[in-house]
């Protein structure tokens, strides 16, 4: 597993091993017989123009069997829970890029709708379910406050980044992209306390790792639970 951190502001986190090598095999089982349909069916009336891959429709039951062992490995990935705090995760979408097919410049929408209730968008994930060296292109770049970076991480992994960022995917050149993407209502709406929290917790156990149950443990426990009731909206 490895996680990486990149910029202050606008955090973006790679998390690997999410999926574990079973889960990737059964997905990739139901994706081979799979039918996918034009992926502009869910993108917003701006994003639509720009949009070029296809994705698994609406009610089919590779969907439903996909979504539900992507919410399982988030479920129990803790990395995923401290840096995200969800209170709402949006049903992943299964997208598919033969060569030629991109995604242009967008943000993503702000509001949503999960179980017939609005859900606002505060961090988007994309979940890697192609091998790197199967396919060529298809970058995920997301325009962050150190300038663009380009991520295309192992079979399994995934990335987090603000909703609220300009990303494209470049255009695949050869092979095939298969990623699920989904979007998260945080019960931190706040980016900089979601880091502030994140940091807190990976201290926290770093020193819990190293020193055991100690007076400053103990410190540090009260007040990332005294952030945790002051900021969390539930």
């Not at 091993?17 to 349909?37: G, R, S």
């Not at 030629?100 to 890697?128: I, K």
């Not at 300038?147 to 255009?171: D, I, R």
């Not at 819990?208 to 539930?234: M, P």
């Amino acid at each position: 597993m490895f996680v990486t951190k990149h910029g202050e502001t606008d955090m973006i986190l790679c998390i690997g091993e999410v999926l574990t090598p079973t889960d990737l095999e059964a997905i990739t089982q139901i994706l081979t017989t799979a039918d996918f349909v034009d992926g502009k069916i869910t993108a917003g009336w701006h994003a639509q123009a720009v949009k070029h891959n296809t994705q698994l429709p609406s009610g089919s039951s590779a969907l439903a069997d996909i979504r539900s062992q992507i919410t399982a490995a988030l479920q129990r990935n803790q990395l995923f829970q401290i840096a995200v705090r969800p209170r709402t995760i949006h049903p992943p979408l299964i997208s598919r890029y033969e060569v030629g097919m991109s995604y242009g410049t967008h943000t993503d929408n702000a509001m949503m709708t999960y179980q017939g209730q609005p859900m606002r968008s505060d961090v988007s994930f994309t979940l890697f379910l192609s091998a790197p060296d199967t396919y060529q292109g298809g970058e995920l770049v997301i325009d962050s406050t150190a300038g663009e970076q380009a991520f295309k991480l192992e079979a399994g992994a995934l990335v987090l980044y603000p909703a609220s960022t300009l990303h494209h995917v470049n255009p695949v050149t050869c092979g095939v992209r298969l990623v699920a993407v989904s979007w998260v209502q945080s019960l931190i709406r706040d980016p900089a306390q979601r880091e502030i929290l994140f940091d807190l917790e990976t201290v926290s156990q770093s020193l819990y790792q190293q020193h055991g149950k100690t007076r400053e443990f103990d410190l540090l426990a009260k007040v990332q639970s005294n952030l945790l009731r002051q900021w969390a909206e539930l």
